[in-house]
């Protein structure tokens, strides 16, 4: 079987490691190139772009997914497949990319498996949403403005939980929240854990979801 070719594109080193750490002894798939950035990747694609699937965040400096898939798809003299990689599940940015004919779109919490299974679908010319996205896109398709209806918070959060979870949405880290709220690091770990208890989320993506489905910040 032909060994997939990925090039990888996301601002956190941590993210690319872990994708990497999921692909690098799975024979049917090869790391080919990674950058920080959409501009960077542009750069490197540019001199030598020679790869199957793009895995590409969304969200990121400089240049961020969206304008990279545009100029590749503007400038592209190679056929390849496009998968986003994200940590929210925001209709304004799945709108934007499929406008572009991606191929692919999971959270960065999926798991092993997903992303290896939604890098395989893409490649193979197929598409693969995550059961988040899909359910998004089709309440989209529906007109269904129950969830932007859905005004009230259920569950009450002091006013520095609040805070966290706003920059946790916007994609801060630990050290990053800790230094815009004047905390410690170990602090803001006491606020996630309590965001989880009471939100009843698994992970930091399912508080973005929590977030985005009660509304709680005018600019998410």
Same mark, same amino acid.
């Given at each position: ?11 956190? @080193? $941590?993210?690319?490691? *872990? +994708?990497?750490? #999921? ?6 798939? =090869?790391?080919?190139?990674? %950058? ?59 709108? @934007? $990319?499929?406008?572009? *004919? +991606?191929?692919? #779109? ?6 092993? =498996?997903?992303?290896?299974? %939604? ?81 009843? %989320? ?19």
């Amino acid at each position: 079987m032909k060994t997939i070719k990925i090039f990888l594109v996301d601002d956190h @080193k $941590m993210i690319r490691d *872990g +994708i990497k750490f #999921y692909l690098d002894e799975d024979e049917r798939f =090869e790391i080919v190139g990674e %950058a920080n950035n959409g501009q960077e990747a542009l750069s490197m694609i540019s001199k030598n772009g020679n790869f199957d699937v793009l895995v590409t965040d969304i969200v990121m400096p400089s240049m961020d997914g969206i304008e990279l898939v545009k100029n590749l798809i503007q400038g592209a003299t190679i056929e390849f497949k496009i998968l986003a990689l994200t940590m929210l599940s925001e209709t304004q940015h799945i709108k @934007k $990319m499929l406008n572009y *004919g +991606i191929q692919g #779109y999971i959270l960065k919490s999926s798991g092993e =498996e997903e992303i290896k299974r %939604a890098i395989t679908e893409v490649a193979a010319g197929n598409t693969y949403y995550s059961q988040e996205v899909t359910t998004i896109i089709m309440n989209n398709l529906r007109g269904d403005k129950s969830r932007g209806s859905r005004m009230a918070v259920d569950i009450p959060l002091t006013k520095r939980e609040r805070e966290v979870l706003h920059l946790i949405v916007k994609e801060y880290s630990n050290q990053e929240i800790a230094d815009e709220l004047f905390i410690s690091v170990r602090t803001v770990d006491a606020h996630k854990r309590n965001l989880l208890e009471k939100t009843g %989320a698994k992970n930091m993506a399912g508080l973005a979801v929590y977030a985005l489905e009660k509304r709680l910040f005018d600019d998410i």
